[in-house]
């Protein structure tokens, strides 16, 4: 069974950082891109960034609204994927998903998500 | 790049067929068959329901279809039942920078 189990979600006030993880289980983590998508509260769905894999040479992207001040990272043999979120704003407040590309074209399965409140 | 534009909200009756669409634009829907839909209960996470515009993945009843004309995009459900009552987010794949776009999502209601 894949899952994807996200952690490190939290209050930090703006300007603040924040490191969030996602743990993988049930598939060859090594094959697969992973996304992150976040969803502020009553809101809908916006893609935050890619990490892909070590065939593509772990190459990342990310949305305009994070370029800069986000970072993906992964450990395969760990089966871990992290986010480093730096000088965040009251904006980035949202629940953060951790997500497994099927092909580079769609997301197959998402993990429960752990929620980012950046507020003073 | 813009959200997809999808209806805030739709309705039906049990055993009712609706649709939801999702209108992109030429470089988004229109430029390519990678549309996918997902739904979502409240607190929940999303769920993948059709992938590549018309296809389902095990486990998704064949009362949801899609299809795709143009720059718009329509996820279908025939025979409406309770369980169904959830929101609905569609998503194009744009390109291999900015990725995929989302849409605004629509809260399915059945009466």
């Known amino acids: 069974e894949v899952q994807l189990v996200e952690s490190g979600g939290g209050l930090v006030q703006p300007g603040g950082s924040l490191t969030l993880s996602c743990a993988a289980s049930?598939?060859?983590?090594?094959?697969?891109?992973i996304d992150w998508v976040r969803q502020a509260p009553g809101k809908g769905l916006e893609w935050v960034g890619r990490i892909r894999n070590k065939a593509d040479s772990y190459s990342t992207e990310y949305a305009a609204s994070v370029k800069g001040r986000f970072t993906l990272s992964r450990d395969d043999s760990k089966h871990s994927l992290y986010l480093q979120m730096n000088s965040l704003k009251t904006e980035d407040t949202a629940v953060y998903y951790c997500?497994?590309?099927?092909?580079?074209?769609?997301?197959?399965?998402w993990g429960q998500g752990t929620l980012v409140t950046v507020s003073s | 790049q813009s959200a997809l534009t999808q209806p805030a909200s739709v309705s039906g009756s049990p055993g009712q067929s609706i649709t939801i669409s999702c209108t992109g634009t030429s470089s988004d829907v229109g430029a390519y068959n990678h549309v996918s839909w997902y739904q979502q209960y409240p607190g929940k996470a999303p769920k993948l329901m059709i992938y590549?515009?018309?296809n389902r993945p095990s486990g998704v009843p064949d009362r949801f279809s899609g299809s795709k004309s143009g720059n718009t995009a329509t996820l279908s459900i025939s025979g409406l039942q309770a369980e169904d009552e959830a929101d609905y987010y569609c998503?194009?794949?744009?390109?291999?920078?900015?990725?995929?776009?989302f849409g605004g999502g629509t809260k399915l209601t059945v009466l």
């Open positions: 049930g598939f060859i983590f090594s094959d697969h891109y």
């Open positions: 998503n194009s794949y744009v390109n291999s920078n900015t990725l995929w776009v």
């Open positions: 997500t497994r590309d099927s092909t580079i074209y769609y997301i197959d399965y």
């Open positions: 590549e515009v018309n």
